[in-house]
């Protein structure tokens, strides 16, 4: 099985991981988004800034997985957590380092590299 994982995510992903975590800021409504971006989902504008990433999330949602793609079976039943970053973008991600975590807990962002150079999105609560 390839990852075949877009380059804009294996881009991302690797930011993280070289502690050089970014997302796009809008020069014009001043809100955040994330690659891959050309121009603002909230504004007619297209010039998005690279900006630095805090890392730092609160969990809006999360859920248990139990029935998965064949890279996680191995890992299931995982916590799939969504967390809005300071920067006011939302991600999904495995929660590590926990067995659970409840909405409005503290966690922030990190990847893992699994084989063929694919990787995941990680949170992990503070
Ligand atoms: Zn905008």
Redesign the pocket.
């Known amino acids: 099985m390839s990852a075949q994982q877009p380059n804009w995510f294996v881009e991302f992903a690797q930011a993280i991981d070289a502690d050089d975590a970014f997302y796009l800021h809008?020069t014009?409504?001043q809100?955040g988004s994330l690659p891959p971006r050309s121009s603002?989902p909230?504004?007619p504008?297209d010039v998005l800034e690279r900006r630095p990433l805090s890392r730092q999330a609160t969990v809006r949602s999360h859920a248990l997985v139990y029935v998965t793609i064949p890279r996680f079976i191995d890992d299931a039943p995982y916590t799939v957590v969504l967390a809005r970053l300071e920067e006011g973008v939302q991600l999904t991600g495995q929660l590590r380092g926990a067995d659970e975590v409840s909405v409005g807990d503290p966690v922030h962002l990190g990847v893992e590299k699994y084989p063929e150079d694919a990787w995941l999105l990680t949170f992990t609560p503070d």
């Open positions: 809008c014009a409504c809100s603002c909230r504004c504008n």
